[in-house]
């Protein structure tokens, strides 16, 4: 009841000191009045962590107010409304008066009351005349606003009043850029904002009233979007998409339609792209996009990714682009853009992806799903955009039920990611390249189908044997059998670690296993020979001895499952053992 009081009490003085006051007046806006030092101090404490311009004042009484200023009262107003409705200060904020206060508690050591110049004089707003004709060196600068006459800070300060809450917003945005403000952009013209246009028209050689005239304002806004030129950004309304936004025309143009994509490629010397993703859709679907979209070239491996229930964010980068993904779903439509651009071009890409995401507007309906141009057909295209290639894809195989991996050496070198199944990452444990054995455990735990079981003793000559492997690099998704035989249990040197087979394998098939008749595993395939001294006739095959595959186990201390005696099994439930068994493994840069 006693804050209620206080508070109308101040509200009339303030009301009636306002009548009283010249048109100069300094004012302030009050935001709490408590009953204890103690307590101010801590609650501005806490507004000064959320805005600036923070002050405490002693209100007589055993009362201490706590205020926001000083303000000229058009910056009072905007600032009490602004910060009143993104809920930064309470409803019953008011405009105070400087009359209303006594000695000043904050910030400690100062002393507005007795050094607070006039609206004439102060920084915030002051009173001073400049001459009607601008100064030359920033008259050099202002293109086409050179014929805007320029105007009296009183002018200034009309025309100023003027600006929507989003221009005075963007006028920060500007200052920022310009690298004199680095307050919050909240329209709110307070000390902060203020003191940076006071020192872009000195850097500038304008006169530092602390008020920029129209003209001063296009001056700021020609340099910001300098940096723009020749890149002709438009807001284009794209009615299959249904999306409004703002791209660079200059060098993007319109090329076709891909479901659930408009593409717009590169017209020129910057290798820029823009997509309008548009579909109806759920969240269900929603979620599928954003599973589907990190498989593409244009959504490069690093970078932040970002998935909401309405929506998600990808960001990509790679040595040669940056690109940029936001998507939403709302009433039933997923609709959002990918801007992908030129890395090393970072000022201009930020601010065409600014200027985008500003702009960015939905129109009504959604791309229709028949919708594409004549395309040629590609395996490795997904709605016209190349679907992201590993550098290397071999086979491998479960070695026991915490999903770990035996591969070859050759898929893991020089690798920047390795994954199982192209979805899965994967560790590498070790890589005896002498050997030519590596192992690998998968980031999360795996729960294989079937592991390998390595056959214990030696196997017979001249047996059928047969290797499961991705013949084609997961081109065909999932493993084939290649049959041939045992030729001999060591190599033609003489290595007692590695076997020769009779069999016609394909490059994807090094690393997988090699099964025996009974189903147990008698080795590991290696590459082909690099050698090209010697040119070893096409069926000659080599494999790694399952003895020397169970010392690098029991060396890291891995379990593994050891195949008991068996009769032979039929070829189908062969096939669907080594399906179960043999994994895709994949380097990726």
Request: proline fraction near 5%.
């Amino acid at each position: 009841m006693m804050r209620i009081l206080f508070t109308a009490l101040l509200v009339f003085i303030g009301s009636l000191t306002s009548a009283l006051s010249q048109e100069n007046e300094i004012v302030w806006v009050q935001i709490e009045a408590q009953p204890s030092l103690t307590v101010a101090r801590d609650r501005i404490q806490q507004y000064a962590r959320e805005v600036e311009d923070v002050n405490g004042f002693s209100l007589g009484g055993g009362w201490y107010a706590i205020v926001l200023g000083p303000y000229t009262p058009e910056d009072a107003e905007t600032v009490l409304r602004v910060y009143r409705e993104e809920r930064v200060i309470p409803r019953d904020s008011f405009i105070a008066f400087t009359s209303a206060f006594r000695a000043q508690f904050w910030p400690v050591g100062a002393n507005l009351l007795t050094t607070l110049p006039s609206v004439a004089e102060s920084s915030s707003i002051p009173e001073t005349t400049s001459s009607d004709d601008p100064v030359e060196t920033a008259e050099t600068q202002i293109d086409d606003s050179s014929s805007e006459p320029e105007e009296t800070p009183r002018q200034a300060r009309a025309s100023e009043a003027a600006l929507s809450r989003e221009e005075r917003k963007e006028l920060q945005v500007w200052l920022k850029w310009a690298g004199f403000y680095n307050s919050a952009i909240d329209g709110a013209f307070g000390r902060g904002t203020r003191r940076s246009m006071a020192e872009w028209q000195s850097a500038n050689a304008f006169d530092p009233t602390g008020v920029l005239t129209t003209r001063q304002r296009k001056v700021l806004k020609n340099a910001y979007f300098a940096v723009l030129k020749g890149l002709d950004l438009q807001t284009i309304a794209d009615l299959d998409a249904g999306i409004e936004v703002q791209i660079p025309t200059g060098v993007v143009a319109k090329s076709k339609i891909e479901f659930p994509f408009v593409h717009y490629d590169a017209t020129g010397d910057v290798d820029a792209k823009v997509l309008l993703i548009s579909q109806k859709g759920d969240q269900a679907t929603l979620f599928g996009l954003y599973e589907i979209m990190q498989t593409l070239e244009i959504v490069p491996l690093e970078g932040p990714r970002e998935r909401r229930k309405d929506g998600f964010v990808l960001i990509g980068e790679d040595g040669h682009m940056i690109s940029h993904t936001e998507v939403t779903l709302k009433d039933g439509e997923i609709k959002g853009f990918t801007l992908a651009w030129p890395a090393g071009d970072e000022e201009r890409r930020r601010r065409v992806l600014n200027e985008m995401q500003k702009s960015f507007g939905r129109i009504g309906g959604a791309l229709d799903p028949a919708a594409s141009s004549e395309t040629v057909q590609n395996i490795n295209l997904l709605a016209g955009l190349e679907i992201r290639q590993p550098k290397i894809s071999r086979s491998g195989f479960f070695i026991n039920q915490a999903g770990v991996v035996v591969t070859t050496s050759e898929v893991v070198q020089q690798c920047g990611t390795v994954t199982l199944e192209g979805d899965y990452p994967a560790t590498v444990i070790t890589n005896d390249t002498a050997l030519g054995v590596a192992i690998l455990r998968p980031v999360d735990t795996l729960a294989p189908m079937n592991v390998a079981q390595l056959r214990d003793g030696t196997p017979r000559l001249q047996s059928e044997v047969a290797v499961s492997g991705y013949s084609f690099e997961g081109v065909l998704g999932a493993p084939t059998l290649t049959f041939g035989r045992l030729e001999d249990v060591q190599g033609l040197r003489g290595e007692n670690h590695i076997s020769r087979l009779s069999l016609t394998a394909q490059p994807g098939d090094a690393g997988g296993p090699v099964f025996d008749a009974t189903g147990a595993v008698v080795g590991m395939l290696l590459p082909a020979s690099s050698d090209t001294t010697q040119q070893l006739p096409k069926e000659v095959s080599f494999v790694v001895a399952p003895s020397a595959i169970q010392s690098v186990m029991k060396d890291l201390g891995i379990s593994h499952s050891v195949a008991a005696p068996s009769p032979a099994i039929a070829p189908e439930d062969l096939t669907i053992l080594a399906a179960g068994t043999t994994v895709l493994v994949s380097c990726w840069e």
